[in-house]
């Protein structure tokens, strides 16, 4: 049993722990900080991180990555939190749960294979630059009317000196040893430097104390009717959508850096379990941590074990260590984040350009820039359509075709290419009806019918050589094609000698899924 939990062997044990630990630390001012962002309490924030962390760790499908209270999820909340109050809140972040445990036994989650590289590139280099952005926060203080300001000189130098340092210990201590991960030591050295030194600087328990109870089970306290439903369910599915991409993109950054493969589907249900706990104990709901997740992997945690380590020990810091919890300085956790950032970012991708075509850097910089300015549901889905059209529009101008007369005199059309919405107009194109001889044959054996759009096409064809009198040949078409063809009669014959064995590309992909063993 302990085996399972900690992903390879007990070796990897104290390294799950040791990383648990280390990412527990650097999680709680981000948890404090979404929930305050939310307009809810600290201790929200805190109890979804740790409950997150615990449930996802044992149903979720991919060791090794970190789940928690994240700002994509606080965006969301706000207006509902605002408009309707905490226990909407706690209806939706149920609702949500429930929507994504159904998204992963309904098989969904291996879709997000779909996603193009060029907009998981995006997704990745925006993140790193959210990341980034969310720590010039800590650099402002807020006065007595609530507007917030950038603090003194002085502090700010205090900070960014203890940021370089922190960021010089994790960069160079594992060049001496390995026996601790270099992120935590920093985060010990930081703090024990700024106390032993009374450096005067902001600490974690500036922003809020992290001293709570166990939490209790609580059912949100709203009515239960078709208004309330209507007032929660948009808020529900945007917070289930926009936490399943986040949690699978991260998922598939893991793999990446681990060389391993996650079960999307599996992790769907864990995330989806782990949001509904959340709601019925009083928590704000969350999903995979792309920042944290890389702390965790960097500092060697790999197993479920290191995810349970980051909700015992962050429920440990609630009950008995705020004390000491609050007293890290908040630069410390900068200079961590920092690094994730350093490590998150793609910097290869300046070497892309002149190297990919246009339209990929295009597609991976528009993910990136709506990723900082708006969140990543809509960037994500903005990068997937963008990619689309593109392939499209590239593929509409591969149809073409090879004209010849065959022996008894007829005009043969032999087809290459995709024939699908995009290339219709191009298809056709390609024929002169009215200049062509009685007898025309289109030869489908090098082109592939994809979709409606392209039988639709075919039969105007038809329609086009019925009106000027000539008879025309289709041969080598796919039994889907002959027996949706409207028009026909006997001006219009369909070969069906040779015909190619190939489908549709949706009756495909629909025979693929019936066929498919069921998705890890």
């Given at each position: 049993?302990?085996?399972?939990?900690?992903?390879?062997?007990?070796?990897?044990?104290?390294?799950?722990?040791?990383?648990?630990?280390?990412?527990?630390l650097?999680?709680?001012?981000?948890?404090?900080?979404?929930?305050?962002v939310?307009?809810?309490?600290?201790?929200?924030?805190?109890?979804?991180?740790?409950?997150?962390?615990?449930?996802?760790?044992?149903?979720?499908?991919?060791?090794?990555m970190?789940?928690?209270?994240?700002?994509?999820?606080?965006?969301?909340?706000?207006?509902?939190?605002?408009?309707?109050?905490?226990?909407?809140?706690?209806?939706?972040?149920?609702?949500?749960?429930?929507?994504?445990?159904?998204?992963?036994?309904?098989?969904?989650?291996?879709?997000?294979?779909?996603?193009?590289?060029?907009?998981?590139?995006?997704f990745?280099?925006?993140?790193?630059?959210?990341?980034?952005?969310?720590?010039?926060?800590?650099?402002?203080v807020?006065?007595?009317?609530?507007?917030?300001?950038?603090?003194?000189?002085?502090s700010?130098?205090?900070?960014?000196?203890?940021?370089?340092?922190?960021?010089?210990?994790?960069?160079?201590?594992?060049?001496?040893?390995k026996?601790?991960?270099?992120?935590?030591?920093?985060?010990?050295?930081?703090?024990?430097?700024?106390?032993?030194?009374?450096?005067?600087?902001?600490?974690?328990?500036?922003?809020?104390?992290?001293?709570?109870?166990?939490?209790?089970?609580?059912?949100?306290?709203?009515?239960?009717?078709w208004?309330?439903f209507t007032?929660?369910?948009?808020?529900?599915?945007?917070?289930?959508?926009?936490?399943?991409?986040?949690?699978?993109?991260t998922?598939?950054?893991?793999?990446?850096?681990?060389?391993?493969?996650?079960?999307?589907?599996?992790?769907?249900?864990?995330?989806g379990?782990?949001?509904?706990?959340?709601?019925?104990?009083?928590?704000?709901?969350?999903c995979?941590?792309?920042?944290q997740?890389?702390?965790?992997?960097?500092?060697?945690?790999?197993?479920?074990?290191?995810?349970?380590?980051?909700?015992?020990?962050?429920?440990?810091?609630?009950?008995?260590?705020?004390?000491?919890?609050?007293?890290?300085?908040?630069?410390?956790?900068?200079?961590?984040?920092?690094?994730?950032?350093?490590?998150?970012?793609?910097w290869?991708?300046?070497?892309?350009?002149?190297?990919v075509?246009?339209?990929?850097?295009?597609?991976?910089?528009?993910?990136?820039?709506?990723?900082?300015f708006?969140?990543?549901?809509?960037?994500?889905?903005?990068?997937?359509?963008?990619?689309?059209?593109?392939?499209?529009?590239?593929?509409?101008?591969?149809?073409?075709?090879?004209?010849?007369?065959?022996?008894?005199?007829?005009?043969?059309?032999?087809?290459?290419?995709?024939?699908?919405?995009?290339?219709?107009?191009?298809?056709?194109?390609?024929?002169?009806?009215?200049?062509?001889?009685?007898?025309?044959?289109?030869?489908?054996?090098?082109?592939?019918?994809?979709?409606?759009?392209?039988?639709?096409a075919?039969?105007?064809?038809?329609?086009?050589?019925?009106?000027?009198?000539?008879?025309?040949?289709?041969?080598?078409?796919?039994?889907?094609?002959?027996?949706?063809?409207?028009?026909?009669?006997?001006?219009?014959?369909?070969?069906?000698?040779?015909?190619?064995?190939?489908?549709?590309?949706?009756?495909?992909?629909?025979?693929?899924?019936?066929?498919?063993?069921?998705?890890?």
């Amino acid at each position: 049993m302990f085996n399972l939990i900690s992903r390879h062997s007990p070796d990897n044990a104290k390294n799950d722990i040791l990383s648990g630990l280390t990412v527990a630390l650097a999680l709680v001012p981000e948890a404090v900080a979404f929930a305050l962002v939310a307009h809810v309490h600290p201790l929200l924030g805190l109890y979804a991180a740790f409950m997150m962390a615990l449930i996802a760790a044992v149903l979720g499908g991919r060791p090794g990555m970190i789940s928690g209270a994240t700002g994509a999820i606080a965006v969301v909340v706000v207006a509902l939190v605002m408009q309707h109050g905490i226990e909407y809140l706690f209806a939706a972040v149920i609702l949500m749960g429930i929507l994504q445990v159904l998204f992963g036994l309904l098989r969904l989650g291996k879709f997000i294979r779909l996603v193009p590289y060029p907009v998981f590139l995006g997704f990745v280099n925006g993140l790193a630059i959210v990341i980034f952005l969310a720590q010039l926060e800590h650099f402002k203080v807020t006065d007595a009317t609530g507007h917030k300001h950038w603090m003194s000189v002085e502090s700010m130098a205090v900070m960014a000196v203890l940021a370089i340092v922190t960021m010089a210990i994790i960069q160079f201590l594992p060049r001496l040893t390995k026996a601790i991960p270099s992120t935590l030591a920093a985060i010990v050295v930081g703090t024990v430097l700024v106390m032993g030194l009374g450096i005067d600087t902001k600490t974690v328990g500036d922003m809020a104390s992290i001293a709570g109870d166990l939490p209790r089970f609580h059912i949100p306290d709203v009515p239960w009717n078709w208004e309330t439903f209507t007032i929660v369910f948009p808020y529900a599915f945007v917070m289930a959508l926009v936490g399943l991409i986040e949690s699978l993109l991260t998922l598939n950054l893991v793999d990446e850096l681990t060389e391993t493969v996650g079960r999307p589907n599996q992790e769907c249900i864990g995330q989806g379990v782990a949001n509904t706990v959340t709601g019925l104990f009083g928590g704000m709901g969350g999903c995979a941590m792309v920042g944290q997740s890389m702390i965790n992997i960097k500092s060697g945690g790999r197993g479920r074990l290191s995810r349970i380590a980051t909700g015992v020990f962050l429920l440990l810091f609630i009950l008995v260590g705020s004390p000491l919890i609050e007293r890290i300085p908040i630069a410390v956790l900068i200079g961590v984040m920092f690094m994730v950032v350093i490590g998150t970012f793609e910097w290869g991708s300046f070497k892309l350009f002149g190297k990919v075509p246009w339209p990929d850097v295009v597609i991976g910089i528009t993910v990136a820039v709506v990723t900082v300015f708006f969140d990543l549901a809509v960037a994500v889905v903005t990068g997937v359509i963008l990619s689309a059209l593109v392939f499209a529009w590239q593929h509409a101008k591969h149809i073409g075709v090879r004209v010849y007369f065959n022996e008894k005199g007829g005009k043969v059309y032999a087809l290459s290419g995709p024939l699908f919405f995009a290339s219709t107009q191009n298809f056709q194109e390609l024929f002169t009806p009215r200049a062509d001889p009685d007898e025309v044959i289109v030869d489908f054996q090098n082109s592939r019918v994809v979709d409606h759009s392209a039988l639709e096409a075919i039969d105007k064809l038809a329609e086009r050589y019925k009106r000027a009198g000539k008879r025309l040949h289709l041969v080598h078409l796919s039994p889907e094609c002959r027996s949706l063809l409207k028009t026909a009669g006997d001006l219009v014959e369909v070969n069906v000698v040779e015909d190619p064995t190939y489908h549709l590309v949706v009756d495909k992909a629909a025979e693929r899924l019936q066929k498919e063993p069921a998705a890890r």
